[in-house]
């Protein structure tokens, strides 16, 4: 197994030939890793069905569970989803970038493996400087998982990676040790009602305020 490339990376003013390195390595099919604001990600190209399967496996992710992907902005909202209802417009305006996923209704052309079959897709657009460049860069969707064996803790340094991951990155982008926190809120706008899935550093009754606004 080869060792993956580290380059350290400014959290503020990341170096843009460091993005773009990293993001050809998306481009081309490549996993690598990045901060989010709270946790070390794992980013690959989130239209590749062979790359998102990278993933799973480095994971050892079960297969029923769907992968949230990070987005530039929400101009690219309409290469993911069916519809995007006014609650999401709302959540977006208010709490965007970071701190709260949003679980939208997929359009049918999307990998298989990263709704997991579900028909749904988790989008959020990253608070984390790194991250947002990354997406940028990459030219569309990337995956926003934490780089972790799925019910193991994240990653708030990459000295935390673990060898059975850390070894299959290609590219570890290093911006030092992360917030950490309890990660983004997750809502499901799919059905009549919205659903909190997870609670994070928004509370349920924060987002219900808002939409409740008139």
Not at 60 to 69: F, K, Q, S, T, Y
Not at 178 to 190: E, K, Y
Request: proline share 8%; charged share 20%.
């Amino acid at each position: 197994m080869h060792s993956p490339i580290i380059r350290k990376i400014h959290p503020q003013n990341p170096q843009p030939d460091i993005i773009y390195r990293a993001a050809e390595i998306i481009k081309s099919g490549g996993v690598v890793a990045f901060p989010t604001r709270c946790l070390y990600g794992m980013g690959v190209d989130a239209f590749n069905p062979v790359a998102v399967n990278k993933v799973f496996e480095i994971k050892r992710r079960p297969a029923e569970n769907p992968i949230l992907v990070l987005i530039e902005n929400k101009g690219q909202l309409d290469r993911l989803v069916r519809d995007v209802p006014a609650s999401a417009l709302q959540i977006m305006d208010y709490f965007w970038p970071g701190r709260v996923t949003i679980v939208f209704e997929a359009i049918a052309s999307l990998p298989d493996n990263l709704t997991a079959g579900t028909a749904k897709i988790g989008v959020r657009m990253p608070g984390h400087a790194v991250a947002l460049e990354l997406v940028k860069a990459a030219g569309g969707p990337i995956t926003g998982t934490s780089a972790n064996l799925s019910g193991n803790p994240g990653c708030h340094s990459v000295g935390e990676l673990v060898p059975a991951v850390a070894r299959r990155m290609d590219f570890i982008l290093d911006a030092g040790t992360l917030a950490g926190g309890p990660g983004s809120t997750v809502i499901d706008l799919t059905a009549k009602r919205p659903r909190v899935l997870r609670e994070g550093e928004v509370t349920a009754r924060d987002i219900m305020k808002i939409l409740n606004r008139t």
